[in-house]
Every structure is written in structure tokens, then in C-alpha cells.
């Protein structure tokens, strides 16, 4: 079984007519996936960071939020 790959369509112009190539689109997505990954990453570390927080301050009241909230969270997956 032989296939020919076309790797030059990677380099040629996108057919709507934008000024870039499907390699430009290809990189584009590649960056923008990065970025939305590592945004929730940054976004994931400051919530979990607040709820361990909240936990393990000494004010009963601001520890039952913190408890209250991870446990919703841990009960809703």
C-alpha cells in the first residue's frame, strides 16, 4: 500500500482568499490551543489555590465556604 502525500498544499494560499497559507493556519490553531490550555491551567490554579484557602482559615465561616464550594464542585462531576 503506497500513498503520495501532497505536503505543497500545506504552503499554497487558503481558498478564502486571507492573505496566508494552510501551514499559517495550522500554526495559528497550534497557538491558540497553547494559549486556551495554559490560560485554564493559570485560571485552574487560582481557584484550587483559594478553595485550600479558604479551608484552613480561622474564621469558621470563610472555611465553611471553602468547604461548602469544594465539595459542590466534587459532587457535580
Not at 485554564?40 to 483559594?50: P, R
Not at 479558604?54 to 468547604?67: E, F, K, M, Y
Amino acid at each position: 500500500m503506497f500513498y503520495n502525500w501532497n505536503w505543497g498544499i500545506l504552503l499554497s494560499p487558503v481558498s478564502t482568499g486571507e492573505p496566508t497559507t494552510y501551514l499559517g493556519w495550522l500554526i495559528s490553531g497550534f497557538w491558540v490551543t497553547i494559549t486556551v490550555s495554559l490560560a485554564a491551567w493559570v485560571i485552574a490554579l487560582v481557584v484550587g489555590s483559594l478553595f485550600g484557602i479558604l479551608r484552613t482559615v480561622p474564621n469558621r465561616t470563610l472555611a465553611a465556604i471553602g468547604t461548602g464550594l469544594s465539595r459542590s464542585s466534587a459532587i457535580s462531576r
